[in-house]
């Protein structure tokens, strides 16, 4: 499985991006699909993630209401909309994949991890 983000920019605070996830494979609606960040010193943090059909969805506490997940399983995309965003949503974000478990918000249980796209929000 190869994953490949896209989508990150400078923006100014309040304002909005979509990061997007394509994903290789031909099982790509059987995986949990999730969104970390990580900045500079610190430990990867939890953003986001869905699972298979995209019937569910879960989020940290720091984004809940500003950040929505969503997936096309036809497309083997998985999206990230951001919303109201902060100068501390300033990070490099990365998508992976979870493959035959579902703990969507559990770093060491994904598999599969793309590059990193760099979202930068300036106060």
């Known amino acids: 499985v190869q994953l490949q983000a896209s989508g990150g920019g400078l923006v100014q605070a309040g304002g909005s991006l979509r990061l997007s996830c394509a994903a290789s494979?031909?099982?790509?609606?059987?995986?949990?699909m999730g969104w970390f960040r990580q900045t500079p010193g610190k430990d990867r943090e939890f953003v986001a993630a869905?699972?298979?059909?995209?019937?569910?969805?879960y989020y940290a506490d720091s984004v809940k209401g500003r950040f929505s997940i969503s997936r096309d399983n036809v497309a083997n995309k998985v999206y990230l909309q951001m919303n109201s965003l902060k100068p501390e949503d300033t990070a490099v974000y990365s998508c992976?994949?979870?493959?035959?478990?579902?703990?969507?918000?559990?770093?060491?249980?994904?598999?599969?991890w793309g590059q990193g796209t760099q979202v930068t929000v300036s106060s």
């Open positions: 869905v699972t298979f059909s995209g019937g569910s969805s």
């Open positions: 992976a994949a979870q493959i035959g478990i579902l703990k969507p918000r559990t770093e060491a249980a994904y598999n599969y």
């Open positions: 494979g031909r099982a790509f609606s059987s995986y949990v």
